[in-house]
């Protein structure tokens, strides 16, 4: 990963319990807001972003200089208004765009590196909530994610049922399926193979684990793209070459395609930290964290005294299959909650959340109405 | 890999033409039969191996000391009866139980390693066709393969449609999708990534590209199993213990069988080998080879002129799912060639045609009569 730029930070200022037991002080979270905080503060709207995003979800990149990851979906006007709600998005920890993570100088001076403790979900939301904390914004008038953002809101649902007046997942689980931790580990094994992670002490060097990370990212990014998506984008055609080269370059687009985004990838990201949100995301099963029955997570969004939620999936999403949603809601009909559930149709698999999807315009605005 | 036991090879008396161009000579084919060959030399069976597969099909692997990847479906009494056909089963060239391929030594006296022609499917069945002509069989019964074997199987069919009177493919294709080439660029990227690999000039190095090649067979053996079967041999169940270790090791059963997948494949498979096949079934375009329209491939079997087909899918198989094999059945139904087609229930995803499937032993069985 490049130099890490400037980020808007701000220090919990109390430690923050793990999961795992022990507790992380001084905890920095980065982040971003867009458009006007009510006097009441009644119109904040937390967006939680997925295993690679960042808080930048309406405004340029500043490693990349791409547009904001949501700008589609974000903004005056858009579906998520900024005229009309204040927007807080904030890096996770354990990521690596300025809030605490692997990366990050423990104690004794140096970086933490593998020595970080090893996260979860709920960790993650311990830290978006010890943010609002600092904000003063006791309830959220929406808490939204998709893919590991989903998680995020179902797990501040779940955890602290008071903060969110709604709550919407799109193109998420509640738990981690066998399928999705084994890509995750393919990812895994592929970063700790690379020579240059030496057990994740790399930081300040010249080498870094980016073929590793690189192999890692291209294998995760097949699971983001439906079948049908890659025919369409890319079938069998060939990149710049009229016959095939009898050779290891990459002869078709979707080689070359996959190397490109393996390889963009380690100029934004660091491996550690790719290897602990991964297996945050693994570790997730919210049913589990409430002794094993998921409408029990909802407890506290029986009729009337709770959230509302709306539960959106695509009908080409093979990393979190409708069925996952379909689990989601039939938990939150047991636990008496208000919620509204749809499949959409795309054609771009998992990623379609953040693509140019018009019905799910619609139904953001709709509920954020 | 290994050091390499005996093999039982056979040298072709011609050279071998390729597609890229080349010619290949002093081709050695290794290869296994069972059951005795008629007189009339009416009764053999030519059985095609997957990407990982070899000879071994009905007996010891003498590597690993597993039994024959085939023998619930090979042997005497089996669907595939050794009473009463002559099984042939030979390793594909490029491959690394004792045909010729990168392992192999050039003129030079040194391995081949990434000077070894690139192959394509076709190629490899020459060289079987070459290893029938030397055995003096100008008809096969049967030939009869399985995932890259199917693909055998059909362009042998295509391109030499006298030697053979019945097809037997399984959950195969006749192209590669964008998606099946995706999964083999992570692979061969995982192998290549691999400071061990050195540009393939590892033979009689210490250090072997086992790292990388361990990877490529993890992300490879995602794609061989269903979602549905991987959550019912492993769900999210720990492994050798009673709670998450909040840490990098292999918590999850799923991690740690895909773990020990990977190593063990190293002991038996070259990093080369697993490069040069993979291209070979990623360039595989069956209509493309015959002036793009696949009906075109089999005009050789018109009605009452040519093979009998039989084209068995598996409905959980997502590597190469059912539509694949329509498609084949579609382009021979347009070629006025005999064929039938079941997909067959099985949960065991692409790997169904290997496990117990009790339909495809009668299928078979009944093909065969």
């Not at 997925?50 to 904001?68: F, I, M, R």
């Not at 660091?270 to 964290?289: G, K, P, Q, V």
């Not at 996952?324 to 939150?332: N, Y």
């Not at 909650?337 to 953001?364: K, M, T, W």
Request: hydrophobic share 40%; glycine share 10%; aromatic share 10%.
């Amino acid at each position: 990963m490049a130099t890490a730029p400037a980020f808007n930070t701000l220090q919990l200022s109390r430690p923050l319990p793990l999961d795992c037991g022990q507790e992380l002080a001084g905890v920095e979270i980065a982040f971003e807001t867009y458009g006007e905080l009510a006097a009441d503060k009644s119109n904040a709207i937390l967006i939680c972003h997925a295993l690679t995003g960042d808080q930048y979800v309406a405004s340029e990149h500043p490693v990349t200089g791409k547009p904001g990851w949501w700008e589609r979906t974000v903004g005056p006007g858009k579906p998520i208004d900024t005229d009309r709600f204040h927007v807080i998005c904030a890096n996770v920890i354990g990521s690596c765009m300025g809030s605490t993570g692997p990366a990050s100088i423990a104690d004794d001076g140096a970086p933490y590196a593998m020595r970080f403790p090893v996260l979860t979900i709920r960790d993650m939301v311990r830290g978006l909530v010890g943010l609002l904390d600092e904000l003063g914004i006791d309830q959220l008038h929406t808490v939204v994610g998709g893919s590991m953002g989903g998680m995020q809101a179902l797990s501040l649902a779940a955890n602290f049922p008071e903060r969110a007046a709604r709550v919407l997942a799109i193109a998420t689980t509640a738990r981690h399926s066998a399928q999705n931790i084994a890509f995750h580990e393919v990812g895994r094994q592929a970063i700790m193979a690379d020579p240059n992670w030496r057990g994740g002490n790399y930081y300040g060097d010249e080498k870094t684990p980016d073929a590793g990370l690189s192999v890692a990212r291209m294998a995760a990014h097949i699971t983001y793209l439906s079948e049908a998506g890659l025919t369409d984008k890319f079938g069998r055609r060939l990149q710049d070459r009229d016959a095939k080269s009898f050779g290891f370059d990459a002869d078709f687009q979707v080689e070359s395609y996959l190397r490109y985004q393996g390889s963009g990838f380690t100029q934004r990201f660091d491996a550690n930290s790719y290897l602990y949100i991964t297996r945050a995301m693994d570790y997730f099963d919210l049913a589990e964290e409430h002794g094993g029955k998921l409408a029990d997570a909802f407890a506290g969004h029986g009729r009337d005294s709770g959230a509302r939620f709306c539960v959106i999936s695509f009908d080409t999403d093979w990393l979190y299959p409708t069925a996952e949603s379909r689990h989601i809601v039939h938990a939150l009909n047991a636990a008496g909650a208000p919620v509204s559930f749809v499949e959409l149709s795309a054609p771009y698999g998992h990623d379609s959340f953040l693509l140019d999807v018009p019905a799910l315009d619609r139904v953001i605005e709709g509920f954020l109405r």
